[in-house]
């Protein structure tokens, strides 16, 4: 139980292991259950939450353990693990290195955990990573809201972020296949803050296969 050091009398923030555990997990068992399980525990609005509105530090790797790249076993998974990260509540936190899919397995000792880059390695994860940080941003929702799961099975998963003047639901689909889901979003359109696009909830809503997104209602 985390609020023993973090309080408003000792920590503002504490890494949030619980959830690290979570999110490789759930890829990797293919079972979005898990993660979802630990978010509600932690920032679901019921009265039985530990700490709704709490700001926890939210990684999925760091230099104690093997670095996310090495961790999945399937790589498709990398860039929306961190959409994931971006998208619920807490600090997230990259690892040096982690944001080009630097590998590093834990068990072969601090030097494959941190190696020194003598220049960076940009790729594609990391202009994703980079969208996916700008969105969280420019949102008070995903920066503060509130954690509601509205969508939830073993591949995929929908959740909404809110505050008193912003909502954004962040929808993910680690399945190589697509998924139509109908469901009540609340709302007609959406702008997706990590590509720009306009989604429509009309008829549905389609999520292909490896997708990520942050869909801000307007």
Same mark, same amino acid.
Request: net charge negative.
């Given at each position: 139980d985390y609020r023993q050091?973090?309080?408003?009398?000792m920590c503002d923030s504490v890494t949030?292991?619980?959830?690290?555990?979570?999110?490789?997990?759930?890829?990797?068992? @293919?079972?979005? /259950? +898990?993660?979802?399980?630990?978010? @509600?525990?932690? /920032? +679901?609005?019921?009265?039985?939450? @530990?700490?709704?509105g709490a700001h926890p530090l939210s990684f999925v790797d760091n230099h104690d353990v093997t670095r996310a790249?090495?961790?999945?076993?399937?790589?498709?998974?990398i860039p929306i693990l961190y959409a994931l990260l971006f998208g619920m509540p807490g600090i997230p936190c990259i690892y040096y290195g982690s944001e080009w899919g630097a590998e590093g397995r834990k068990e072969n000792g601090d030097a494959a955990l941190r190696p020194c880059f003598t220049a960076p390695q940009k790729n594609q994860?990391?202009?994703?990573?980079?969208?996916?940080?700008k969105a969280r941003r420019g949102s008070a929702a995903l920066c503060d809201g509130s954690f509601h799961s509205?969508?939830?099975?073993?591949q995929y998963c929908i959740f909404e972020r809110k505050t008193a003047n912003d909502r954004v639901l962040v929808a993910v689909n680690i399945g190589d296949t697509a998924v139509h889901v109908d469901?009540?979003?609340?709302?007609?359109?959406?702008?997706d803050l990590i590509t720009?696009?306009?989604h429509d909830f009309g008829g549905g809503t389609n999520l292909p296969p490896y997708f990520a997104a942050f869909w801000q209602i307007f």
């Open positions: 050091i973090m309080n408003h009398e949030n292991y619980e959830c690290y555990k979570g999110l490789y997990s759930s890829f990797n068992s @293919l079972n979005l /259950f +898990e993660i979802v399980h630990s978010l @509600l525990r932690q /920032f +679901e609005s019921d009265p039985w939450a @530990l700490f709704p790249a090495s961790i999945l076993t399937n790589k498709k998974h994860l990391t202009d994703w990573i980079a969208s996916c940080a509205l969508v939830l099975q073993n469901f009540d979003a609340g709302a007609g359109r959406a702008r720009g696009q306009v």
